[in-house]
């Protein structure tokens, strides 16, 4: 097998690729008349903001502020396909788990609100009001702390605030959210060392930058209007270092779609100019030799009377246990460092000097160092490494955590969290009356656990595809229908829906392109970015159907009915005008929220000033801490012949379980999902060949069997021991106990796996 056998990356990232690509689903979807309008106003103020990622939306938009994944979103959402009563009449729920993902959601839109019937195994159609009594009926029948509220990080502010509320009100701070599975490192990692849970960049300092650093995330698939200050930085002379085991096509080059001249010449911008293909969870190491390269040069530069390379300055007056950390520099050996990482001394040296040679950096990074055993230490050590120079709270510089659902950092913000910590619960006391719950509620790991071993007993989703987003699916579709209540606010059919709890409803509701009018006329809601920046967004579209309900409007109709009346809650006049919830939100949180309905369309959106962002580290020690890692490795198991670790990546055709189609076409894989991508030389030693079809086993000792077959060999350009596959279909690889040791996020990206051939058919 050669080289040019390789998949071929179909061409730089943009490009008229991706304007077939968005041509595709518009047809599949058959998006309705008038979604391209939608398109036009997306990411502007009046406009709908993105319902794809959290990337930012700047007050200079360009003419089309949208990219071809968030466009993508809008058409699939806007198709005129429809889920109806008389096809879920038609088809038992056993029969709809034979479909695929991609086929679940193709049948396009829900249109009414459904309750599962055992005796015939299909949803038949109930009114609203039955279905809110039939819940609290439910809820009213277990103790509080056996519920479990999940949200995936789509739902707007408002919707989501009283969605936290209802819980604490009904009793229970059980509030996980897909970022459990996502950035909860960064949330918990970031506050740890420098007392902010989310970014510290704003735009401007990506237009002042010198050098951005990426580690372990896609923008070329999974947020790919960064591209565009990613162009502007090259053309403007600055550089692009990536470290990733996968060469993925966004971080390699990039013609701009929105560039007529470029897309007619083909004119591609070479994106990183440095490329490490680290191997999975090889980052504490390379981060560890980054550090000690740049302390060698210091050290030199003291001996030798020259500038110093660190911010002495800064590391005196900002942070605490830099000595620790460098004695550990000293100590560590660049054999180790070489080992664990699966990179050269030299390379990691030259990476070094390019971010010695400038002092406005910025790292961004992902799930790549997020979903990893000891994942909050990919955290630190960044951190550690941006802060030997300063490189935090100054222009043009900080650390840039490239968040996933669009309003999954804002549903923190509002509320939605299980740790008590994290609320403001005196206000909430005070504002509505009633002793909110004292315990921590369940993680995503709790709940999984729980729904195991019988101790939860109730899900409602607001959003989100649980059973097939979290590990051990296996485990969980057996766990999930023994519950008393399972209750999906959902947009489109998915895994989830088909494996009901003895009470299930699936809630159809508006998606936020669609108009949404109450009492007081059309609302709007709002959404936090990843550089937490407040924006206000307005859905146009005629609605999929009459009979759907708003997301806020759903979780009022929910607590109504399920709570006893209290004078303080009033959620019919919540519903009618959502500024009153806006109200409420900047009564909880005002030094967030001030004048929240008057600035709420502000172009480019508001700031919710984060500290670390002025330099304010709001830990314990008051200042940012260095962190000296115990470990270089981010995965418990050793390197042996015979076992992979297996990252679980996205594809350009997917959002999370969401599965558009089937053309990876940046990496070159067209038509299926079931492959596994390998390195040449690992597949000649396990004695496969190309295109042999093979079960993947993990290998992780805890006696239960996980194995996933049918998986067909294809040879990439990946590290020694280092194989991809996609989520969500790898779930049932990954265990639930292999997550982060501090903020439990479950580790998708380095599972330990066996492979082992099929019998030939
Ligand atoms: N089109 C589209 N956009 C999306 C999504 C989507 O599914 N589709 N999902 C949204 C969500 S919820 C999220 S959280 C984000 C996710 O966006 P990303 O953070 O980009 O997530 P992944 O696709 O999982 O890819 C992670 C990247 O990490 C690399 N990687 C894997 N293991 C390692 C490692 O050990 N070290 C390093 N350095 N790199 C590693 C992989 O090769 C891959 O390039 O995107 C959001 N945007
Ligand atoms: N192995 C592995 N597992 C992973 C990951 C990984 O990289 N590897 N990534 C993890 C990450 S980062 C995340 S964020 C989670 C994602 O987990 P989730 O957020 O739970 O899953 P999604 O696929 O985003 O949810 C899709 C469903 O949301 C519903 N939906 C879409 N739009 C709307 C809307 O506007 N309102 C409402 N109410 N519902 C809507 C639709 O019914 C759709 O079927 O998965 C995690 N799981
Ligand atoms: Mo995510």
Not at 128 to 137: D, L, V
């Amino acid at each position: 097998m050669s080289t040019s056998d390789l998949p071929k990356e179909s061409g730089p990232a943009g490009g008229w690729g991706s304007l077939r690509g968005i041509g595709r689903i518009a047809r599949n979807a058959a998006a309705a008349p008038g979604a391209l309008d939608t398109l036009r106003r997306q990411n502007k103020p009046g406009g709908l903001m993105c319902m794809s990622c959290a990337w930012p939306k700047p007050a200079n938009y360009h003419p089309f502020e949208f990219c071809e994944n968030g466009a993508k979103m809008t058409l699939w959402e806007l198709t005129s396909h429809r889920c109806t009563p008389a096809f879920l009449a038609e088809h038992t729920v056993s029969a709809l788990r034979e479909r695929t993902d991609h086929e679940l959601e193709a049948q396009g839109r829900l249109t009414a609100p459904m309750r599962y019937d055992p005796d015939t195994d299909r949803y038949v159609e109930i009114g609203w009001e039955e279905a809110f009594s039939g819940i609290a009926a439910a809820l009213n029948r277990i103790e509080p702390d056996s519920a479990v509220f999940y949200s995936s990080g789509h739902a707007g502010l408002e919707a989501s605030y009283l969605y936290a509320l209802f819980a604490r009100l009904y009793g229970t701070n059980n509030l996980p959210q897909s970022s459990n599975m996502c950035h909860e490192t960064t949330s918990v990692g970031l506050k740890r060392v420098i007392g902010s849970p989310v970014g510290t960049i704003v735009w401007e300092d990506l237009d002042e930058t010198e050098l951005i650093m990426f580690f372990g995330q896609n923008p070329g698939t999974n947020s790919p209007r960064f591209l565009h200050p990613m162009k502007a930085l090259k053309d403007r002379g600055g550089s692009i270092i990536t470290f990733n085991p996968m060469r993925e096509q966004g971080l390699v080059s990039f013609v701009d779609p929105q560039d007529l001249s470029a897309m007619v010449t083909g004119d591609e911008t070479v994106i990183s100019d440095q490329y490490h293909q680290v191997k999975a969870g090889g980052d504490i190491g390379a981060l560890m030799g980054l550090c000690k390269a740049v302390l060698e040069a210091d050290d030199a530069a003291r001996r030798d009377g020259g500038a110093r390379v660190l911010d002495a300055a800064f590391i005196a007056e900002h942070t605490t246990g830099f000595e620790g950390f460098a004695a550990e520099l000293r100590e560590t050996d660049w054999a180790d460092i070489e080992r664990t990482s699966g990179l050269g001394e030299a390379a990691i040296r030259e990476a070094a000097r390019a971010y010695m040679s400038t002092d406005k950096v910025i790292a961004a990074y992902g799930m790549g160092l997020t979903q990893q055993a000891h994942g909050w230490l990919n955290i630190a050590l960044l951190t550690n490494l941006m802060l030997m120079r300063g490189n935090i709270g100054r222009k043009g510089a900080g650390i840039t955590p490239v968040r996933g659902h669009s309003n999954v950092q804002g549903q923190r913000t509002v509320g939605i969290a299980e740790k008590t910590a994290l609320i403001p619960m005196d206000r909430l006391r005070a504002l509505f009356d009633f002793e909110p719950p004292q315990k921590d509620g369940m993680h995503i790991v709790d709940a999984v656990e729980g729904m195991a071993d019988g101790r939860v007993k109730a899900t409602i989703s607001l959003g989100g595809n649980l059973l097939r987003a979290v590990p051990d699916r296996d485990l969980m579709e057996r766990a999930w229908p023994r519950q008393e209540l399972t209750v999906m606010i959902s947009t489109k059919l998915n895994r989830s829906h088909l494996f009901p709890g003895k009470a299930a409803y699936i809630l159809p509701c508006l998606s936020r392109a669609e108009e949404d009018i109450q009492e007081s006329g059309p609302q709007a809601v709002s959404i936090e970015d990843s550089f937490a920046m407040i924006h206000g967004s307005i859905g146009h579209r005629t609605p999929a159907a009459d009979t759907l309900k708003s997301e806020l409007a759903i979780v009022a109709g929910m607590a109504k009915a399920t709570l006893k009346p209290n004078p303080r809650v009033t959620w019919d006049a919540w519903t009618a005008d959502y500024g009153t919830v806006r109200a409420l939100i900047e009564q909880t949180y005002p030094d967030d929220f001030r004048d929240f309905n008057e600035r709420l369309h502000q172009p480019g959106g508001f700031y919710r000033e984060i500290g670390a962002h002025y330099r304010k580290w709001n830990t314990d020690s008051g200042k940012a801490v260095f962190t000296t890692p115990e470990r270089l490795d981010a995965l418990d198991f050793g390197d042996r012949p015979g076992r992979y670790r297996l990252v679980t990546v996205r594809s350009n055709d997917q959002f999370n379980t969401t599965v558009y189609g089937y053309s990876d076409r940046f990496r070159g894989v067209e038509g299926t999902r079931e492959v596994v991508l390998m390195n040449e030389a690992d597949i000649a030693e396990a004695g496969l060949e190309r295109d042999q079809s093979v079960t993947l086993v993990c290998d992780f000792d805890d006696g239960r069997d996980r194995r996933l077959s049918g998986m067909k060999v294809i040879p990439y350009d990946l590290p020694r021991g280092t194989v991809v596959s996609y989520f969500p279909e790898c779930n049932v690889l990954v265990p639930i106990g292999h997550h982060d040791k501090l903020s439990k996020t479950p580790a998708g990206k380095a599972v330990p796996v066996r492979i082992e051939p099929d019998a030939r058919a």
